[in-house]
């Protein structure tokens, strides 16, 4: 069994500094931090040790309880359900602005819940300033002076807080081994159904989903236990392209959403099957590509794209009236299914969907190892399938080939299939492999040049044909052979003498000379 750890919540009306307050005590850099108000949405976790006591802290968003705007009564609702679990509760105020009505309300608000309430008396930088935080202690006895930015009074607050959990509390949280851990990144353009996916592969309502493009900034994770295995959810925020991010915490949160890519060992990449792959999706596939992250495209919103399918059919009847249908000739056969189908205004759904991942297919070239996955995160329709398929390409990842058995393997392939170069048709005289996630190969061939991509991509291929790379890119180091400068060394070249004993002179029939 392992035990919960105490978890210290931070909570706060809107820019009082909260997120650097998680930052300072988490030693990270997790939460978003600028001066725009309202950036945190979601909960936001991270860990923190003070002098051997391990404790979870939470991250909140701004509350203002009377606001009945979407957004806000979504942020509400994430951060009751961060009290409800908490050990020790931290009220951020801002003694710069004076007590305020709002933070009265939220002091009361939480001293309902039972649990220990602090109050953090942001922005006193020195201790001259302390007397700023003297109208707080109205809300409670607990009043710790303290600076986010400059770190001032962080000693004296967590000495107060660890105090109250017990006495040399082990983290008692079961590190999952490498091979049983994954690290999951959930990646698309804004309004895909990211954090939608995400709830629905963590089975709570972890992150606050919205019609409104762009309501996740921060990175939200979540771990789930599945059998021994162990998953690591991150939804990160939308990545739009340069020109389309114009406030700071457009552009920090897809900073921050393209590093966890980097962090992550898969990556589902959500695209809006009821809009079709865009431009923006194709960009956001090939920084994950780049990243050297394994990939499954998740083709979400598939219960409406079925349902656009199905009007397009009717429509299409409903135009044809009685006329008879005229069947083409074989050779112009159609591939659109509701076109197919538009005689009888019925649609299938597994032909559609080998008619969409072929479109697919087209617009991601460059992802041609990726499996394709139609789902709905919204009704869960299909998505158990992705835990299975998230095992096997992670596995694939990992996967180490003995180098018999690669060179088994290289003796056996025709590899004059591939597209030789005119000069010299390319051998491969051995094979071993390097390293993995990603898979990579060192190749020594008789080629003084590296090898051209199409023969890579030919020798790949056979590789995930015969050893079953899933999703996982495949990466090649090459040892060429060296170029012989032949002139060089004929010079450097003393011929032998053709009899022994015999000098040089001698062997090419001069004469020594007399005395």
Known sequence: MTEKLPSVVIVGRPNVGKSTIFNRLTSSRRSIVTNEPGITRDRIYGKATWQERTFEVVDTGGIVPDDKAAIPREILRQAQVAIEGASQLLLVVDVRAGLTPLDSELARLLRRTGKPLA???????????????????????????????????????????????????????????????VNVAIIGRPNVGKSTMLNRLSGVDRAIVSDIPGTTRDAVDTVVQRGERTYRFVDTAGIRRKGKTNLVAEKMSVMMARRHLEQADVALLIVDASLGVTANDANIAGYA???????????????????AAKEKAARELEHQGTKPHVAEPRSRKHTSV????????????AQLIEDYEAIVRTRFKFLDYAPIVFVSAKTGERTEKLFDLIDRVADARRRRISTGELNRWVSEV??????????????????????????????????????????ERFLENLLRKSFDFLGTPIRFLQRMKEKRDWTKASSRRTPEPKHPGMSHNRAKGHKPEKE
């Open 289 to 307: 590509e780049e990243s050297g992250r394994s990939v499954i495209i998740v083709m979400n919103k598939w219960d409406l794209a079925l349902e």
């Open 414 to 455: 025709d590899l004059d299939r591939g597209t030789s170069p005119a000069a010299r048709r390319v051998k491969v005289y051995y094979v071993t492999q390097a390293g993995t996630s990603p898979p990579t190969f060192i190749l020594f061939t008789n080629q003084s040049k590296r090898l051209h991509f199409s023969y």
């Open 338 to 349: 509701v076109r197919k189908k538009a005689v009888t205004g019925r649609v299938i759904p």
């Open 119 to 181: 109050i953090l008396a942001n922005k006193v930088d020195t201790q001259m300033q302390e007397s700023l935080a003297a109208p707080f202690y109205e809300l409670s006895n607990d009043v710790f002076p303290v600076s986010a930015e400059h770190g001032y009074g962080f000693d004296n607050l967590l000495e107060a807080i660890t105090s109250r959990f017990t006495a040399g509390e082990p983290d008692t949280e079961e590190t999952p081994t490498s091979d049983k851990k």
